[in-house]
């Protein structure tokens, strides 16, 4: 079993930063992938961002390239979202999800095993 945490959601800006945290904990060597996902009441789960656990390789939704960053800390079991020019339609509950297989489908939201609470990021206008 694998659990993940989110951390570092709240209130900001338009214009403004926030950094997500996602902590994992448990057989934390059987992660293959961590992805990052965002849902608005009412609609699907949205692919954000993705990283590899060992490689570090990275992937993004093309609407949050050049302005969210994913990292990992291998160290303290640690995926990071950096956000920077929040928009209010960043407005959402994000998600973590920790994946153990290996293929092509990370930013499917089936792809993944486990999952986090979640935690919301609101940003005002």
């Known amino acids: 079993q694998v659990q993940v945490v989110e951390s570092g959601g709240g209130l900001v800006q338009a214009g403004g930063s926030l950094r997500l945290s996602c902590a994992a904990s448990?057989?934390?060597?059987?992660?293959?992938?961590v992805g990052w996902f965002r849902q608005v009441p009412g609609q699907e789960r949205e692919f954000v961002a993705t990283?590899?656990?060992?490689?570090?390789?990275?992937d993004y939704a093309d609407s949050m390239k050049g302005r969210f960053t994913i990292s990992r800390d291998n160290a303290k079991n640690t995926v990071y979202l950096q956000m920077n020019s929040l928009q209010p339609e960043d407005s959402a509950v994000y998600y973590c999800a920790a994946g153990t297989e290996f293929g092509w489908r990370t930013r499917n939201p089936s792809f993944y095993k486990y999952w986090g609470q979640g935690t919301r990021v609101t940003v005002s206008s």
């Open positions: 448990g057989r934390t060597f059987s992660i293959s992938t």
């Open positions: 990283i590899t656990w060992n490689g570090g390789n990275t």
